[in-house]
């Protein structure tokens, strides 16, 4: 190759550029001897005079070859972000929104990302200044830490499950919305109330049993799991904690040694009950 144009081993596509002078390191593809093109970093400086010059070239393959996977990779990423159903957003290390899925746009933001992307999340929604919220946000850069937790947004009242991770570059922040969840919580915390409330006060003596089973299947004791203070006084004034967690023939048969017969019958009949759901 000695004595050779050295533009006759580049892709001409590259001619007119070397030619009009690229400032080093620059990337070129040459060709190789059978034809295909091999990627290169090429850096070039002056040798014994200005007329000669010394260039060191490296072939890149493989790194291109890395950056195309991770090009692949971030692009099926940001394919599966636009198209969740759940938020997903990120900022940087000055809390500039970099990154707003779709989702992010309508709930909890309300905007579109146009108006979000470069700007500082706390000059966009002051509401969240001097929040739990805005903490764990602080937390999470801090300490490059997954802060996990479920809170009412200040934006649009909507409860959500979030996991926040932290990191040199900034926060990337995962929501899911579970009002509905909330919702139903609620509601099953006021019916466990009503239930609490009826279940201490009624005059009838109430007691929930969880039955034990022999390895043939048949019932041979039971276990409180709860009883109302009915329940407690006829036992003989017993506190709760005296029962709860314990079996039947420790608390009540010792005390009717005489009654062992009709216990056994009434255990026989809740573990018939149990079996058939009736």
Same mark, same amino acid.
């Given at each position: 190759i000695i004595g050779r144009e050295i533009l006759d081993f580049v892709d001409p596509a590259y001619h007119a550029l070397i030619?009009?002078?690229?400032?080093?390191?620059?990337?070129?593809?040459?060709?190789?001897? +059978?034809?295909?093109?091999? =990627?290169?970093? %090429?850096?070039?400086?002056? #040798?014994?005079?200005?007329?000669?010059?010394?260039?060191?070239?490296?072939?890149?393959?493989?790194?291109?070859?890395?950056?195309?996977? @991770?090009?692949?990779?971030?692009?099926?990423?940001?394919?599966?972000?636009? +198209?969740?159903?759940?938020? #997903?957003? &990120? %900022?940087? +290390?000055?809390?500039?929104?970099?990154?707003? +899925?779709?989702?992010?746009?309508?709930?909890?933001?309300?905007? =579109?990302? &146009?108006?979000?992307?470069?700007?500082?999340?706390?000059?966009?929604? =002051?509401?969240?200044?001097?929040?739990?919220?805005?903490?764990?946000?602080?937390?999470?850069?801090?300490?490059?830490?997954?802060?996990?937790?479920?809170?009412? &947004? =200040? @934006?649009?009242?909507?409860?959500?499950?979030? #996991?926040?991770?932290?990191h040199a570059d900034g926060v990337d922040v995962y929501m899911k919305d579970v009002t509905d969840r909330k919702q139903a919580e609620e509601v099953l915390r006021v019916s466990e109330e009503k239930y609490r409330g009826l279940f201490e006060n009624v005059q009838e003596t109430v007691a929930i049993y969880r039955i034990v089973y022999d390895q043939y299947g048949k019932a041979i004791d039971r276990i409180f799991v709860d009883v109302n203070p009915k329940a407690l006084s006829q036992m003989g004034d017993l506190r709760r904690e005296d029962v709860i967690g314990k079996s039947y023939s420790e608390v009540v048969s010792r005390q009717f040694p005489n009654d062992q017969k009709s216990i056994d019958k009434h255990l026989q009949s809740l573990a018939a009950v149990v079996q058939s759901g009736i």
């Open positions: 030619k009009k002078g690229l400032r080093t390191p620059y990337e070129i593809e040459v060709i190789h001897h +059978n034809g295909s093109r091999i =990627p290169v970093e %090429v850096i070039v400086k002056p #040798f014994t005079d200005p007329k000669h010059l010394i260039a060191a070239v490296r072939d890149i393959t493989e790194r291109k070859r890395a950056e195309e996977r @991770l090009h692949a990779a971030q692009k099926r990423t940001a394919g599966i972000l636009e +198209n969740i159903a759940d938020t #997903f957003y &990120s %900022v940087d +290390n000055q809390w500039r929104f970099t990154v707003v +899925n779709p989702a992010a746009e309508k709930a909890p933001f309300g905007q =579109p990302a &146009s108006e979000m992307l470069g700007n500082v999340i706390w000059d966009l929604y =002051p509401g969240l200044i001097g929040t739990r919220i805005q903490q764990h946000y602080f937390d999470a850069a801090e300490k490059h830490s997954m802060e996990h937790y479920v809170a009412q &947004s =200040p @934006l649009n009242g909507q409860w959500y499950e979030v #996991f926040m991770q932290g």
